[in-house]
């Protein structure tokens, strides 16, 4: 049973954290983190998560099936728990994604279930893509 501590804290405290820190849109308001699950049908609405709180970019060499290194793109977004499960989502989904937050229609992170973690009061959704080499686009990186 939580204590009078982790009720005052996930009712006040995490919802003055992510207004401070939240994303929000052009006009100021929260912005949303449109997660796509697995469950649902194909050309379904995405779920929406207010609020998302997302880190900055890092890029991490990873081992490849092929003996050589592949590099990708990791981040997280973190939201509210009570969101989350009032959306329906009790847990890590195998093959979930969320859109990119800057809106770019060709992007997409896929959710990384060793990165992902359901606290008591936020979910931090590691998410993971692969660096786009095959378009116009202007990332840079180390050659």
């Not at 006009?27 to 998560?49: E, M, N, R, V, W």
């Not at 590691?126 to 050659?143: H, Q």
């Amino acid at each position: 049973m939580p204590s009078s501590f982790s009720n005052l804290f996930a009712g006040c405290a995490a919802t003055a954290l992510v207004n401070q820190f939240g994303e929000r849109d052009s006009i100021g308001d929260l912005a949303f983190a449109l997660y796509h699950s697995p469950t649902l049908p194909s050309g379904s609405p995405a779920k929406q998560f207010a609020g998302p709180v997302w880190t900055e970019i890092r890029f991490e060499e990873q081992p490849d099936f092929d003996g050589g290194m592949v590099r990708r793109e990791l981040r997280t977004c973190v939201v509210r728990r009570s969101i989350v499960e009032e959306a329906g989502i009790a847990a890590f989904e195998s093959d979930a994604w969320i859109e990119d937050p800057a809106g770019d229609p060709d992007s997409a992170w896929m959710l990384d279930e060793g990165t992902t973690e359901w606290g008591p009061v936020f979910v931090t959704f590691g998410v993971v893509r692969m660096p786009l080499l095959n378009r116009n686009e202007c990332r840079s990186a180390d050659v």
